[in-house]
């Protein structure tokens, strides 16, 4: 369609308004854009990790839309008493910690990841992106600007694939995604799933080479794969830098 962004038929079959009334319409968040808002929520109650798992637990409770594995397992860990409540999951939606951060500043971004996401990569790829993305909405960076600032303080753990992304940000992004997952075999998720570091690097590269907030936005969603999650990180990042258009703004349903 020519405008990808505002289709009417669902692209992804676990997103089925039918099958979650009131939920996933045209313009709606999709359910990790509706976890940005549950959790923006939570940590405006919260004061520590213990009061943030509680608050979260309880949008959890009462939230009918699709709850993936990384919910599910946070809220099991709740329920059983858990001391470290984060589910072990690398995904995406340690990326929009960043911009919860920068909402509810009260909070630290290590404390916010790690009480949803208990995981390694998920930690150092959340807190790379909210070091990124304070650049730009904070000091008033471009996007090139602000990932110059911070690239030499990547971790040890994703930065070789930060490198082969910087330097193959002359293709396109699906391209450079299918290159670095063709690099390791063991890389079994694939390029363009919402695993970590590669959705990751995703953000960056589409971030780092768009001209406008649409261009970036239809970017990603001509990857394909995991467009859902991404598509936080890369329109806070492009938000922020380049404004949101308000006939897009005017069909947003929150």
Same mark, same amino acid.
């Given at each position: 369609? +020519?405008?990808?962004?505002?289709? /009417?038929?669902?692209?992804?079959?676990?997103? &089925?308004?039918? @099958?979650?009334?009131?939920?996933?319409?045209?313009?709606?968040?999709?359910?990790?854009?509706? #976890?940005?808002?549950?959790?923006?929520?939570?940590?405006? #109650?919260?004061? &520590?990790?213990?009061?943030? +798992?509680?608050?979260? @637990?309880?949008?959890?409770?009462?939230?009918?839309?699709? !709850? &993936?594995? +990384?919910?599910?397992?946070?809220?099991?860990?709740?329920?059983?008493?858990?001391?470290? $409540?984060?589910?072990? &999951?690398?995904? /995406?939606?340690?990326?929009?910690? +960043? !911009?919860? /951060?920068?909402?509810?500043?009260?909070?630290? !971004?290590? $404390?916010l990841i790690s009480t949803h996401q208990d995981n390694e990569i998920a930690m150092v790829c959340g807190t790379f992106f909210y070091e990124f993305l304070k650049g730009i909405v904070l000091d008033g960076k471009s996007p090139s600007e602000s990932y110059e600032v911070i690239k030499g303080s990547a971790s040890t753990i994703f930065k070789d694939s930060l490198d082969f992304m910087e330097q193959n940000l002359d293709i396109p992004t699906k391209k450079m995604l299918n290159k670095w997952a063709d690099l390791d075999p063991t890389r079994g998720f694939g390029g363009i799933s919402c695993q970590n570091p590669q959705a990751l690097l995703r953000t960056l590269h589409i971030v780092l080479r768009s001209k406008s907030y649409e261009d970036g936005i239809r970017q990603n969603l001509m990857v394909g794969g995991d467009n859902c999650s991404t598509a936080i990180a890369v329109g806070a990042a492009l938000g922020a830098a380049y404004g949101v258009p308000p006939s897009w703004e005017n069909q947003a349903k929150f």
């Open positions: 369609p +020519a405008s990808p962004e505002f289709n /009417a038929v669902a692209s992804c079959p676990f997103y &089925d308004s039918s @099958k979650f009334p009131g939920h996933y319409e045209v313009g709606q968040p999709s359910p990790y854009g509706e #976890q940005l808002l549950g959790y923006i929520e939570a940590a405006k #109650q919260s004061n &520590d990790a213990g009061s943030l +798992a509680v608050a979260f @637990k309880k949008w959890g409770d009462s939230y009918t839309g699709r !709850i &993936d594995h +990384a919910l599910k397992e946070f809220m099991s860990n709740v329920e059983g008493g858990k001391t470290n $409540t984060g589910a072990d &999951d690398s995904q /995406a939606q340690c990326l929009y910690k +960043a !911009i919860v /951060a920068l909402a509810v500043p009260t909070l630290d !971004i290590e $404390t």
